[in-house]
């Protein structure tokens, strides 16, 4: 059994606090720009079946920092446009000999499927509107090296809960570092049952930001609008969006993130985007120390496979 | 040949009956049954102490996939897997390809269901209600039921427009042929893979919600009453369904239902870590509803038990679970669930167990099945029940072409171990070895 990084609610507080003190570990070796010891040289596809930037390129810098090689896959011009399962295409790269599998996919659950026949360790870089587990872990070390610590802090977020991984991620690994995790979004973007999620929903902005330590703030999609479940930008801007003025309800000194890409002036305006509360630029950063802390946790708990003696292969003269 | 099966708890719901004793099959009919019958001269004897005795099993809801989806399943493998499951006469669905909607597609059914190879149990076709199921132009039904169907419906794809729905009851009442519904308001429940509730909060996926199944409940029994058209509801799975119908057929509307056993046995927490064999339609739901559905199936509101048997390959259903095709097989397992579930938990008792699994549909769909009575059928329809047999289900060792369970490795109590339709065409096993003795 590999050990896969599927979600945050798969995860034990002991594997978190183990993530988070990695990842600080290799924030200060990288900045002190100290080498790191040579870890073995291991191939790590990144499987990306949804458009991304930050988060591959933060999985390839990391990759790249720890030595491993990434090698890229996408679903464009690959055999899955000739018909072949996802099945069959994770089997193919497992028998190409990748060691690890980072994907992306549209679906929820589909790395819990990769995860299934590829034999080596899976890291979920995000399942359709189930988990985003690198994002909060990059989310948490800012949050941390912001505020001390996660105990204790009132976090509040904002906008579509229903269709956002990131909400999901993040509210598992703050409620289970001990953190109280408020939901805020209007009623169509929001679970009509939340009773499985560890949150405490509220509709209403000025409630939900009421001396909250931090703002995450999530993004808000286009389709939403042609779903009915908006009737417009503005609307929406106009009761949920986080700038001076919301933000004075909040506790001082909140922290204000986004996990971008941002609409800038829906979700925030440019004052909380730009002001010395927002943590933005900083959670891109650390997004590349929780990637390498990841990709090393994946493999440190993997046994080690006896190395066989290669046959010698006769040849006859 | 004369076959006796003696000693057995005879089980009889057309009539009532409810003893101890046994019954003789003679050239393929029943020629005798009770306390006191001629035991002399039979050519083997089955001991059917501790076992019931009822009439064929008959299931109104079976997808056979054939023509067209032989990759799943076929009629020659449906039919084995039903006669297995206890079954002697099974309605199979038009969701074909092509669908059900000309009488020379229900002429194809009725030839391959009779030849040799298949399963030996009788096979009543449902005809697709409008062309090509799409929900538009009503199929010519006059021409289909005199080609052999028994029913007709549009399956999972429901008709979505309440005045061509109207039109189909009206023309349904003239031709005295039941409509089946599956009942889906496709506005609300599109793009959905699960109950919509907690679990697909927790797991981000999109819900459908109870509200996209008990509308069309209650507009179908709506339409059912101001028009006088029998209606069957397919696979009821809310709490709020069973309510609408439980008040349909207080105001005298024409009304009857099915629920299917993994709608009694499992709640929406089974789906798990993404597990694509609990995907189905309508969803699984809650203890709630479970709690309120098995009450409405003691107090007659749901009428019947049907597997809704949905074969899929299993390449099919090893993807990511939103890409999973709904549906589940069922036939070999229905009797080991409505036992488990239901019996041996005193909900049903034998006779009621009976009656949902046996003459509850035939009734419904006036099939000449459901009853031990001589002469009633067209031949023995006779299936033997171990109700205390012990058994775990193995999907490898199923008939079906579809290893898409829920159940497999789970351990039951209750087991269809013989099956006549005329002939024998399914004998358990562990059964044959230690109850059957032939007489020379």
Redesign the interface.
């Known amino acids: 059994m590999s050990r896969h990084l599927l979600g945050i ?1 798969h995860l034990e507080r002991s594997d978190i606090e183990e993530l988070l003190a990695l990842s600080h570990e290799f924030k200060r070796k990288i900045q002190a720009s100290r080498n790191l010891e040579r870890y073995d040289r291991k191939v790590v596809g990144l499987m990306f079946f949804e458009d991304s930037t930050r988060t591959r390129v933060s999985f390839e810098q990391a990759a790249h920092y720890l030595g491993y090689r990434a090698t890229n896959f996408s679903s464009a011009g690959s055999s899955m446009c000739k018909g072949e ?3 069959d295409t994770i089997l193919t790269l497992r028998y190409e000999r990748l060691e690890a599998l980072v994907m992306r ?1 549209r ?4 790395p ?2 990769a995860a299934r026949y590829f034999g080596g360790p899976v890291i979920n870089a995000g ?5 985003h587990p690198t994002q909060a872990l990059g989310d948490a070390l800012t949050i941390i090296e912001r505020k001390g610590e996660l105990k204790g802090l009132t976090v509040a977020i904002v906008g579509d809960v ?1 269709h956002s ?1 990131v909400a ?1 991620s993040n509210a598992w690994l703050l409620s289970k570092m001990g953190a109280e995790v408020r939901f805020v979004g209007p009623r169509t973007l929001m ?7 560890p949150g405490t929903v509220y509709y209403d902005l000025p409630s939900g930001i009421e001396n909250a330590d931090v703002v995450i703030t999530l993004r808000l999609q286009r389709e939403r609008m042609t779903d009915g479940l908006l009737s417009s930008v503005n609307e929406y801007t106009r009761l949920y969006q986080v700038n001076r003025q919301t933000l004075r309800l909040a506790a001082k000194d909140c922290l204000v993130m986004h996990p971008g890409p941002l609409n800038r002036g829906v979700e925030m305006d440019d004052l909380a985007a730009d002001s010395d509360a927002s943590a933005i630029n900083q959670q891109v950063e650390n997004g590349i120390f929780v990637r390498m802390a990841s990709l090393h946790w994946v493999f440190e708990d993997t046994p080690k496979q006896p190395v066989k003696p290669t046959k010698k292969i006769a040849v006859k003269a | 040949m004369k076959t006796l099966l003696k000693n057995g708890r005879i089980l009889d719901p057309s009539q009532e009956l409810d003893l101890i004793g046994s019954l003789v099959i003679e050239n393929d009919q029943i020629v005798a049954y009770g306390q006191e019958v001629d035991e002399r001269d039979a050519d083997e004897v089955y001991d059917c102490t501790g076992c019931w005795i009822t009439p064929g099993l008959v299931d109104p809801h079976v997808h056979l996939r054939e023509p067209g989806d032989e990759h799943k399943e076929t009629i020659l493998t449906g039919t084995q897997a039903a006669a297995a499951g206890g079954y002697t006469t099974i309605c199979c669905m038009p969701n074909t390809t092509p669908a059900l909607d000309t009488p020379s597609l229900i002429d194809f059914i009725l030839d391959r269901a009779a030849s040799p190879e298949a399963g030996g149990v009788f096979v009543a076709p449902v005809g697709a209600l409008t062309v090509g199921l799409k929900g538009e132009q009503l199929s010519d039904l006059a021409a289909l039921k005199k080609a052999g169907i028994v029913a007709a419906s549009d399956e999972e794809n429901p008709v979505q427009n309440s005045m061509i729905m109207t039109r189909a009851m009206e023309t349904c009442v003239q031709l005295d042929l039941p409509i089946m519904a599956h009942c889906e308001d496709a506005s609300l429940s599109n793009g959905g893979a699960m109950n ?12 459908m ?1 109870r509200s996209a199944e008990e509308i069309m409940v209650m507009r179908n029994c709506l339409l059912s009453l101001h028009t006088g058209c029998q209606l069957h509801i397919l696979r009821v799975s809310t709490w709020g369904a069973v309510e609408m119908i439980r008040q349909a057929k207080y105001l005298g509307a024409p009304v009857s239902c099915e629920i299917c056993p993994h709608h009694f046995a499992l709640t929406e927490e089974a789906v798990g ?2 597990n694509p064999h609990f995907k189905t339609t309508p969803p699984l739901r809650t203890q709630v509803d479970i709690d309120i559905l098995t009450q409405a199936l003691a107090d007659g509101t749901i009428d019947c038990i049907a597997s809704d048997h949905s074969p899929h390959a299993t ?1 099919e259903v ?6 999973a095709p709904f549906g589940m097989v069922g036939l070999e397992t229905v009797v080991g669930v409505t036992l488990t579930y239901l019996t041996h938990k005193n909900i049903l008792t034998p006779l009621e167990t009976a009656r949902k699994l046996s003459t509850g549909p035939a009734d419904i769909l006036r099939l000449e099945a459901g009853t031990l009575k001589p002469g009633e059928t067209p031949v023995a329809q006779v299936t033997v029940i171990d109700p205390s047999l012990e058994w775990t289900f193995d999907v490898a060792k199923t008939f079906s072409k579809g290893k898409n369970t829920p159940f497999h490795g789970m351990k039951f109590r209750g087991k269809a171990v013989l099956t006549f339709c005329g002939s024998e065409i399914y004998r358990d096993a562990q059964f044959d070895a230690q109850r059957y003795a032939a007489v020379y």
């Open positions: 609610r399962t996802l099945k996919h679906s929820s659950g589909a819990s499927l399942d359709g509107q189930h988990e229903s991984r999901r679970p009509s049952n939340t009773s499985l999620l | 919509e509730g907690a679990m697909s909060a927790m797991l981000g996926l999109q819900g919600p870590e993404f390449y090893q993807v990511p679970f939103e890409e």
